[in-house]
């Protein structure tokens, strides 16, 4: 196994791939360091496999050959945030989201909406405006093999990336989701580091 500073200190950027297409209901133009760019592993990993690094606000996915696409996010704001191990256990396009429990309770006048007799009472549909965009992977634990609750998913804001923002998922620019959507296949390894700084932040992830 290795450690998140071993990952970290294995990753060089190389090359910038350009943004796919712009689904943004915003005139906030997408910094071009947000672009998705190809960048090269000296620490071996696996291909193809999903690797989040909040502090560097971060998601690689892994190619043969050392070599890695990094993506810019938006991740879960304090202690919101979830490090671990999980696989990807379901796909969707233009996702359906209803607030966790949690969320609810956190917030009970945000989500007004999804109470009995609201109109999202069964559910947000899925659309432009749906808080997951328009592609969402579902991250499973991989102890008991259910939905965590926590997504990899689209957003049609990006001023949201590069910052602490969701309820613990981690978020890119619709487009962009588009594109690593296609590439990740059910299954998938996904591991999230700890933020730096919040408990074993350099312990090894099993």
């Not at 990952?7 to 791939?17: K, N, P, V």
């Not at 690094?53 to 971060?58: C, N, S, V, W």
Request: with cysteine; net charge positive; glycine share 10%.
């Amino acid at each position: 196994m290795f450690t998140k500073r071993q990952f970290l200190a294995g990753l060089a950027a190389s090359t910038m791939l350009p943004s796919i297409g712009n689904t943004h209901k915003d005139d906030y133009v997408l910094p071009e360091e947000f672009f998705p760019r190809e960048v090269r592993l000296k620490t071996k990993l696996e291909p193809g496999e999903l690797h989040v690094d909040p502090g560097g606000y971060a998601l690689y996915w892994t190619l043969p050959k050392r070599k890695a696409l990094r993506y810019t996010i938006g991740i879960g704001r304090g202690n919101l945030y979830h490090p671990g191990e999980f696989y990807v256990g379901a796909k969707r396009e233009w996702p359906s989201w209803r607030p966790t429990a949690d969320m609810m309770e956190r917030s009970p006048n945000s989500y007004a909406d999804f109470l009995e007799g609201g109109r999202f009472e069964n559910g947000q549909p899925g659309g432009e405006h749906n808080p997951l965009g328009a592609r969402a992977l579902y991250l499973y634990t991989v102890t008991s093999r259910r939905d965590s609750y926590l997504r990899i998913h689209g957003t049609n804001a990006p001023r949201t990336i590069g910052i602490e923002v969701s309820n613990g998922c981690a978020r890119l620019v619709n487009d962009q989701v588009a594109q690593l959507y296609a590439q990740v296949p059910i299954g998938t390894r996904v591991v999230m580091y700890p933020k730096p700084g919040a408990g074993p932040a350099h312990k090894e992830i099993h």
